[in-house]
């Protein structure tokens, strides 16, 4: 389901979240462990301060391990941040969250000290998935538009933690136009707000850079062959994505970024803690991604 986000839906959402970060102890951050830089909105920390954070750098299953571990030292530098690679579905894993709560407030979490947490980011990093794991059953709705609930209630966890069981909702920073291709990517944005054949040409221009031996090993064309239009061709070729007279790119591009966000060329993450945060002379001027259809 899209959601399209407006100036007022952005001004609404930043004052909600701010009221209630004003009565949390501990603010649980989920971004994408492939991409924790552009999955994380910048205003978040300005309205946090320096209220505990808990990153939580979840589909853990799908990014890089190494990156990943270069990720979590990253934000484990800023003082009040403790980061935790998950898979949201991963009960053992999930639960971790409780330990660093307490590790965070130390003076809270006890009997008569309730320790109140809220899970906050944009939208597709897996927030409900967490909360349905933590809650131990279905609470709020996955993969689906977030629900407006007028009326939060409480989860209690383990230990004296209580959870809001509506996640804090963030938009992606589009502003970026490699932070917006990386999305994309990912699959955190529509695919009405962007071209697939564009995003599959970034997709594989990158997989090449970073990761050509996953991709050698579906398409041995990749050893040699560095353009990504051709390899893109080639794709749409082997999968039979094909027009009148010639090759559906476009659908050869859905068609590679769906196997690549499921896992199909391997583990990837498609940012590092050094890389740069955006090209030189991109910022607000090629509006490929211009939208922000969820
Ligand atoms: N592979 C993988 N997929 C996940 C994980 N967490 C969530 N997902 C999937 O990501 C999509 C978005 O999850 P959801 O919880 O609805 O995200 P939300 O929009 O932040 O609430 C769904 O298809 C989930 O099944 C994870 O840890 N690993
Ligand atoms: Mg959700």
């Known amino acids: ?133 933590l809650a131990g059953k279905k609470i709020a709705r996955v993969g689906d538009k977030p629900a407006i609930t007028t009326c939060k209630q409480q989860i209690k966890l383990a230990n004296h933690i209580v959870l809001d069981d509506t996640p804090g909702l963030l938009w992606p920073d589009l502003r970026d136009q490699l932070g917006a291709f990386r999305l994309a990517t990912s699959g955190a944005i529509g695919a009405n707000a962007f071209d697939s054949k564009d995003v599959a040409h970034f997709a594989i221009s990158f997989m090449l850079e970073r990761y050509r031996d996953a991709l050698v090993s579906s398409y041995p064309l990749a050893a040699q062959e560095s353009d990504p239009a051709i390899l893109l061709t080639e794709i749409g070729r082997r999968h039979g994505c094909l027009l009148s007279g010639g090759i559906d790119l476009t659908r050869a591009g859905e068609f590679f970024l769906r196997a690549l966000r499921a896992g199909k060329y391997g583990r990837f993450s498609l940012e590092r803690p050094g890389d740069a945060l955006f090209v030189e002379g991109d910022e607000g001027e090629d509006e490929a991604i211009d939208s922000v259809g969820l």
């Open 1 to 133: 389901m899209a959601i399209e986000w407006y100036p007022g839906h952005m001004t609404r959402a930043k004052r909600e979240i701010s009221e209630a970060l004003a009565i949390v102890d501990v603010v649980i951050e989920v971004v994408d462990a492939r991409l924790p830089r552009s999955s994380s909105n910048p205003l978040l920390q300005k309205l946090r301060g320096v209220k505990p954070c808990i990153k939580i750098l979840n589909k853990q299953d799908l990014a890089d391990p190494w990156v990943t571990k270069e990720w979590v030292q990253h934000f484990e530098a800023e003082k009040g941040v403790l980061a935790l690679p998950i898979e949201a579905k991963n009960i053992r894993e999930a639960g971790q969250i409780l330990r660093l709560c307490q590790q965070l407030i130390p003076h809270k979490g006890k009997a008569g000290r309730t320790l109140r947490a809220m899970v906050v980011g944009i939208p597709n990093v897996g927030k409900s998935t967490l909360i349905n794991t």
